[in-house]
C-alpha cells in the first residue's frame, strides 16, 4: 500500500437528502439511504437468527430463483427484481407487504430472461422515491411502476442505443438523483459500440442526455458492472462513473466529463472489468478495481487529475463486494472472505487481513446498529463489530446459494436467498 496524505478542505457531503428524498428507515435503492451501505440510525437489530428452527424469523417467503438484486424497502412496501424461473421466463417486479411477507402484486417487466454464469437478468437492483418505483433489467427494459403496480412508462435501452457487449451480462443499478436516473452501460468485451452513460427524466422515461465515455482499455477490462455514485462538494454536484480503466466525474446537466483519473489498470491487463461500485465518502471519492490498486479521489479537479488528486491508493481492494464505510473508516470484504479496515482520509490500515469463514462472497456488506454484516454464497451471514478492532459475533447459516446484499428498515433485515426472502428481527 502507498499513501498521500492530505486534509481534504472544504467538502461538503449531503447524501442523505441528495440521493433520494429519504428517510432513515427506508432502504430505497442497493447500498442504502446514504449510497454507502451504511444504516447508521438502525438500532435494535439481532445478531444471530436461525433458519432452521425460526429464531429471530418474523417471516420468509419463497423465491423461484435467485438473484443479484437487493431487496428495497420502502415504510410498509417491499419491492424485488426477480426472475420467475431459473432459466428462461419473465422478468418480475414483486411488490409485498412488508407486515404480511405476502406479494401485492406482480408485474411483467421483460420476457427472455437467461442465466450467464452465477447470474441472471435481474441483478440490477429496483430504487424507488417512495412514489414511484423504477426497475431495469440485464436485458435492457427499464420501467417505472407506482406503488399500486401502474405501469407509468417503458424503454428498451438495447433498441435504442444497441445491444450490450458485456462479457458476462448486464448488471449494473441505476442512480436515482431529483427525480432523474442516472443509467450507466459500460462494455466492449463483446461489442466494438462505445460506451455511455444516459440521463432519463424518472417522470416521463425520455432521454435528456447521452453521453460516450471512450477508454483506452482493452478486450474484457472496458466491461463495468458498476452502479454510479452521486458526488457533492463545495456547492457542486457530480455523477461519478467507474470502469474502462479509469474514474470519471460528470456534469449533472449535460453530462460532460468534468475530470478523469486513471491508475485502476496500472498493467494494462486485458481483463480488469470491475464490479465492486464507487463509494463517496469522508469528502473522497473510493474507487476500487479488480483487487489492485483501489484509489481514492479528492474532487475539485478538471481533465485529467490523476497526479494532483489522487489521495491514497491501496494494493488489497474487494473485487466482487463494494465496501461499507460510516465515512470515517472503510470496511473491505474481499471476495474470498477477507476483511481489511482502511482509515478514509489517509488509507492507512486500521487492522487487517483477519478471516470470516472461507467461501466466496459477491454480496457487499452493510453497517447498521453497530455492525457489519455480510454473507456468503454459500448462504452464512458473518456479524462483526463495526470499530477499530475486530471482533467476530456471529456467523448465521442458511445453506441457500445468495448472491444478494442484505437491506436493513425499522429493525429488520431483509436477507434474499436464491430459495427465500427472510425477514430477520422481529
Known amino acids: ?176 438523483h431529483d427525480g432523474m436516473l442516472y443509467v450507466p452501460v459500460l462494455h466492449g468485451m463483446k461489442t466494438d459500440d462505445p460506451s455511455y452513460l444516459l440521463k432519463i427524466d424518472g417522470k416521463s422515461g425520455k432521454t ?42 460528470h456534469d449533472l446537466a449535460t453530462g460532460a466529463e468534468l475530470w478523469r483519473a486513471h491508475g485502476l489498470n496500472p498493467g494494462k491487463a486485458r481483463n480488469y472489468r470491475i464490479i465492486a461500485s464507487p463509494v463517496v465518502a469522508g469528502g473522497l471519492v473510493i474507487a476500487p478495481t479488480r483487487i489492485r490498486p483501489m484509489i481514492a479521489i479528492r474532487p475539485g479537479g478538471r481533465g485529467d487529475i490523476t497526479a494532483t488528486h489522487t489521495a491514497w491508493t491501496f494494493d488489497r481492494g474487494p473485487d466482487v463486494p463494494t465496501p461499507v464505510t460510516d465515512g470515517k473508516l472503510l470496511y473491505c470484504v474481499s471476495d474470498r472472505g477477507v476483511v481489511e479496515v482502511l482509515n478514509v482520509q489517509t488509507g492507512e490500515v486500521v487492522y487487517g487481513p483477519e478471516r470470516l469463514r472461507p467461501a466466496i462472497y459477491s454480496a457487499s456488506p452493510v453497517l447498521a446498529d453497530g455492525k457489519i454484516y455480510v454473507t456468503s454464497e454459500e448462504g452464512v451471514t458473518s456479524v462483526f463489530r463495526s470499530g477499530p478492532k475486530f471482533e467476530l459475533l456471529a456467523e448465521n447459516a442458511t445453506e441457500e446459494f445468495t448472491l444478494s446484499t442484505i437491506a436493513v428498515s425499522k429493525g429488520q433485515l431483509f436477507l434474499r436467498t436464491e430459495k427465500h426472502l427472510y425477514a430477520i428481527g422481529k
Not at 471512450?214 to 462513473?241: C, I, M, Q, R
Request: glycine residues 10%.
Open 1 to 176: 500500500m502507498t499513501t498521500t496524505r492530505r486534509t481534504v478542505v472544504g467538502v461538503t457531503l449531503a447524501l442523505a437528502t441528495a440521493v433520494v428524498t429519504l428517510s432513515a428507515d427506508n432502504w430505497p435503492q442497493w447500498r442504502g439511504p446514504l449510497a454507502t451501505g451504511a444504516a447508521t440510525a438502525a438500532t435494535g437489530l439481532p445478531e444471530k437468527w436461525s433458519t432452521a428452527n425460526g429464531e429471530n424469523i418474523a417471516w420468509k417467503l419463497a423465491m423461484p430463483s435467485r438473484s443479484g438484486a437487493t431487496p428495497i424497502v420502502w415504510n410498509d412496501t417491499i419491492f424485488l427484481n426477480v426472475a420467475a424461473q431459473p432459466e428462461g421466463g419473465d422478468v418480475e417486479l414483486w411488490s409485498l407487504n412488508r407486515a404480511k411477507g405476502e406479494v401485492a402484486w406482480k408485474k411483467p417487466i421483460t420476457a427472455g430472461n437467461y442465466k450467464i454464469n452465477k447470474q441472471n437478468m435481474s441483478s440490477p437492483s429496483p430504487v424507488t422515491d417512495g412514489r414511484t418505483v423504477w426497475v431495469l433489467t440485464g436485458i435492457g427494459i427499464l420501467k417505472a411502476f407506482d406503488f399500486q403496480g401502474a405501469e407509468v412508462w417503458t424503454r428498451d435501452i438495447q433498441k435504442d442505443y444497441g445491444a450490450f457487449g458485456l462479457n458476462w451480462g448486464y448488471a449494473s443499478s441505476p442512480l436515482l
Open 208 to 249: 435528456l442526455w447521452r453521453v460516450e465515455r471512450p477508454t483506452d482499455a482493452v478486450v474484457e477490462s472496458p466491461d463495468a458492472y458498476t452502479t454510479p455514485a452521486l458526488l457533492e462538494y463545495d456547492g457542486k454536484k457530480e455523477v461519478v462513473l467507474t470502469g474502462g480503466d479509469v474514474v470519471t466525474g
